[in-house]
């Protein structure tokens, strides 16, 4: 029997598919919460993808949004384990197909006096507003579905992207469904 558990053992494990999952915590509004959801998750280790932090309507609590890849079983170890701190008032998993999800992004670009004319159209395209032209740079904003975001980088990447900055998602579910 001993024998079978060790080929087991030594038998290499199959990959289980990790998915990426939105995670929103309703906590207590205090110093310190934020660090320790932030923790849990790298001595789970977990990586976090995105992290948004937000008041809601009742000033004494926050909304956490976490964005991460994995599997269902760490997933679920991860939801049970935040729902353990004390600070953490509910926490509930976000289908991203079925939740209205937004992130901002500010990119500025290299540009010459031929770009300062073509990058408008590309702007317009995606909905992207001009907030700052330089001289040699230009500062585009946009907001939407994480996919529109990565979509947009994907068609100014043939640019020089001098900075690049997102917020992450964040997220609240469909329907007439509040964590509150």
Do not use: W
Request: with cysteine; glycine share 4%; proline share 3%.
């Amino acid at each position: 029997m001993t024998d079978l558990i060790r080929e087991a053992d030594a038998m290499p494990q199959q990959p289980r598919e990790k998915t990426r999952n939105i995670v929103s915590l309703l906590v207590e509004n205090r110093s310190g919460v934020l660090a320790r959801v932030a923790s849990l998750f790298a001595r789970k280790g977990f990586n976090i993808d995105s992290l948004t932090v937000s008041a809601t309507h009742d000033s004494s609590i926050s909304r956490i949004t976490v964005t991460t890849q994995a599997d269902d079983i760490n997933l679920k170890q991860i939801l049970s384990q935040s729902e353990k701190l004390v600070e953490v008032r509910k926490v509930a998993l976000l289908d991203p197909d079925s939740s209205s999800q937004r992130e901002l992004m500010l990119v500025k670009l290299a540009i010459d006096t031929h770009l300062r004319e073509t990058i408008p159209g590309v702007a317009d395209t995606y909905k992207a507003e001009i907030v700052d032209i330089g001289e040699k740079s230009m500062t585009l904003e946009i907001v939407g579905k994480p996919t529109k975001i990565d979509a947009f980088v994907e068609a100014i990447s043939q640019y020089e992207i001098l900075e690049m900055c997102r917020t992450g998602a964040t997220a609240l579910g469909h329907g007439d469904e509040v964590l509150h």
